[in-house]
């Protein structure tokens, strides 16, 4: 585990987020939900001060760093149209000097709004295509395009959900320990699943004990988890351990149950949650990503699933920009 450990650590990583984010207990929320809440701390990576934050940021450090190593002279990745992984992938190729090729898919907003918007703005060749599907396929032809015309292109997969990517978020962990904060366990928002295995693989190598549940905002939950232990899998042999070292001992654990219409269809118990954190605590949530997860965490609160004892984190990945 200690090599395991070093070997994360030892990780190139250009700075986009040299310092942590806040972390803090949230008491007028613990108020709203009754006596029988836990207690609520959130973590404020939506706070990330690179373009405008999010977890996105976590893994592009190490992704980019990678991209210098092989020399790349340019970045292409895919997303939805108002992908929050685009973005800041955007404003990391605008750091770096090199060209970023977006592959989204859906409607391009007129005029261009959110992170559709910003990806402009940073400067990206933005491609549209209609559907997920066709994503793969336009950036292959993106990557030919740059070979051709003597360039060197780096692939980020969507959400940027590499085993690298994944490490970028499993170094953010000791920040908790840094604030004096022990989770019993992390809640947060789930989709590509990198977030997910660098937070599990995260507490398992940093020594907590702690327990993370993804609230899925697309993809059913048996799905979900398969990707993350795919990931976990392939980060353990990057990193020289086993899985089950990664893993920790409470296994990978997804719900399903706030993915309502699908993915950026807003349900009544996310816009409830939304409305609750901003009323408690002047936090806002993204309808996407972070709504459904905060709307997972009160429903089983509600449920009685975690007593006055427990401590619970409320992960914020950020999103509002989309
Ligand atoms: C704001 C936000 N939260 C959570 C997620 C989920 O993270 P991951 O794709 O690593 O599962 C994403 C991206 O998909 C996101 O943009």
């Known amino acids: 585990m200690a090599t395991a450990l070093a070997t994360l650590m030892s990780k190139p990583a250009v700075p986009l987020a040299p310092h942590r984010t806040p972390a803090y207990r949230l008491e ?109 396929e336009a950036m292959a032809a993106a990557a030919e395009e740059i070979r051709r015309e003597g360039g060197r292109p780096y692939v980020i997969p969507v959400g940027g959900s590499t085993p690298l990517g994944a490490m970028g978020v499993a170094r953010a962990v000791p920040e908790l320990s840094a604030d004096g904060i022990r989770p019993d366990v992390i809640v947060h928002a789930s989709s590509s699943a990198g977030t997910q295995a660098g937070l599990t693989a995260g507490c398992a190598l940093f020594g907590l004990k702690t327990r993370v549940l993804g609230i899925s905002a697309d993809l059913p939950a048996a799905d979900l988890k398969q990707t993350v232990e795919t990931l976990i899998d392939r980060m353990a042999e990057a990193l020289g351990t086993t899985a089950a070292n990664l893993t920790g001992p409470h296994g990978i654990d997804v719900d399903d149950t706030q993915v309502g219409g699908g993915y950026g269809v807003p349900t009544g118990a996310a816009t409830e949650a939304t409305t609750l954190l901003a009323r408690s605590a002047g936090i806002l949530l993204d309808p996407v990503y972070t709504s459904k997860a905060m709307a997972g965490l009160i429903a089983r609160i509600r449920s009685g699933e975690f007593t006055p004892d427990h401590t619970v984190l409320f992960w914020h990945t950020g999103g509002l920009v989309g």
Do not use: M, W
């Open 28 to 136: 007028r929320l613990e108020q709203a939900l009754g006596p029988g809440s836990p207690r609520l701390f959130i973590k404020r990576d939506d706070l990330l001060p690179f373009a405008l934050g999010g977890n996105k940021v976590r893994k592009l450090q190490l992704l980019a760093a990678d991209a210098q190593r092989a020399g790349a002279t340019a970045l292409i990745t895919c997303g939805a149209v108002q992908s929050n992984h685009a973005r800041v992938t955007a404003a990391t190729g605008a750091v770096l000097g090199l060209r970023v090729v977006l592959v989204l898919d859906g409607d391009a907003p007129d005029p261009p709004v959110g992170n559709y918007h910003h990806d402009l703005l940073f400067g990206a060749d933005v491609r549209v295509v209609p559907t997920r599907e066709a994503r793969d």
